[in-house]
């Protein structure tokens, strides 16, 4: 299993930002799909949840509304797609294969890197 995420970056309150994450070494799409992300004061957060075919998603409460997950099979890409961004959404962003509806006690075994995210004015 192989994850890369990219498109973090510095962003102003406010602002919108996609992570994308593109998968290898196992068959993408009949995995479902997750974010996470981790920060040292709020911790490890489970965000978001896209199931094989893309057909049912799944959202935290803390980023319902504001965050949009979506995959595409074809290339083998899952994108999370952050909008209105703040300061407590500043983190290292993880993509992982795998279903969750909760946040787990530690980060999946079948993550990426993670890519940083920071919101400052």
């Known amino acids: 299993v192989r994850l890369v995420e990219s498109g973090g970056a510095l962003v102003q309150p406010g602002e919108s930002l996609t992570l994308s994450c593109v998968a290898s070494?196992?068959?993408?799409?009949?995995?479902?799909m997750a974010w996470f992300r981790q920060s040292p004061g709020k911790g490890l957060e489970w965000l978001s949840t896209?199931?094989?075919?893309?057909?049912?998603?799944f959202y935290a409460n803390s980023v319902k509304g504001r965050f949009t997950i979506s995959r595409d099979n074809a290339n083998n890409t899952v994108h999370l797609q952050m909008n209105g961004l703040q300061s407590e959404d500043a983190a290292m962003y993880y993509c992982a294969k795998g279903f969750w509806t909760q946040t787990p006690s530690v980060l999946p075994v079948d993550r990426g890197q993670g890519t940083q995210v920071t919101v400052s004015s």
């Open positions: 896209v199931t094989q075919s893309g057909e049912s998603t």
């Open positions: 070494g196992f068959t993408f799409s009949a995995s479902s």
